[in-house]
């Protein structure tokens, strides 16, 4: 494996269901899971997790605020809660719609809240005080995902109805609308806001220019479903994560398949890279959170950040999977998970513990 590749860091175990949402800043990396618990794991120490437990349900997305003081999240519940990073990890929770809260996001300033449901709505909250500002309505169907471009006028969902719709925020509209042939699990706007990414239930990851209106580039090299997509943020590679256990990087100024990591031992739910592309983090239906050194990928953010898009149907033929590479992370990931195999079953004791405690304080509480 060469020191340039993308190289495994870190393993984080302590969920007990598939970690749906993920979200990476420079300290650290926030994780949802259907145990209905929220866990942020400390990237510069050996101390243990935060664990928030306060949604009545799967928590279905996950993300931190800019200024990295708070976390956002989505439930089964109807809900959506704001955390304030914290041993307590206070939070303010609001009943946001009549179906699971699928998505939630902040602006790029902070000042406004995203959040997309099951009930077919996407809805735009104030941030400060938690108002309801607007709704978007137009899917037939869940809506799966419902992110801020970067300039925070547009926005990109994704739905079961199988279209992707981006919506112009001070129109309130939909101003464009791409069909798909299967359902879309996961939508990301390019860095410098041209195009747009998706990936689909049938194994493809799709990618459409915004000017052209037109699909520019089909990756189909996944062997099932694509969870999660998302960009470099230099702009030149796009990644994603697959229920066929494998995350896979993209050149887009190349057009074929950069490297296949196989270090899960199942499906990739979620994928996300940090604000300077140097890192990135995975989710998996095995419960762990992965961290991944970027490497040469970051050299991405001094290139021009417009990808030039090659071979509209990019098939086996266009990748470069590195055996080498997959056996080593098999490796170190077997070797990892009987490191922390001990640490995990001391975890879970400690969290029992603190469950135990938490219960008994809210019944002194209502006591009082």
Known sequence: MSNFDPQLLQSFIGHRGTITSIDINAKSIVSASEDSSIQVWHLDSSSRPFRYIGHKGPVYDVCFSPSGESILSGSRDECIKEWKISVEGKSTTWRAHNGCVRSVG??????????????????????SDHRFQL?????????????????????????????????????QTCVQQFTCDFALNSGRFHPDGTCIAAGTTDGKVKLWD????????????????VLSVDFHPGGDFLSSGSKDTSVKIWDLRQGHCLYTLLGHQQGVSAIKYNGNGDCFATGSFDSQVMLWKGNTLSKSLAASKKPVMKNKEDGVNGQKVSEELSGTLSKLVAQLDMVTRAMVMLDQRISNFEEHIARITERINAME
């Open 135 to 171: 709704s978007l309505t137009g899917h037939t169907n869940s809506v799966k995902s419902a992110k801020f471009s970067s300039d925070t006028r547009m926005i990109l969902s994704t739905s079961d109805d199988k279209t992707l719709k981006v919506w112009d925020v001070p129109a």
């Open 210 to 225: 915004l000017r052209s209106q037109r699909i520019v580039q089909v990756y189909n090299s996944h062997n099932d479903e």
């Open 106 to 127: 902040y602006s790029t300033d902070g000042r406004l809240i995203i959040s997309a449901s099951e009930d077919k709505s996407i809805k735009l909250w104030t941030s």
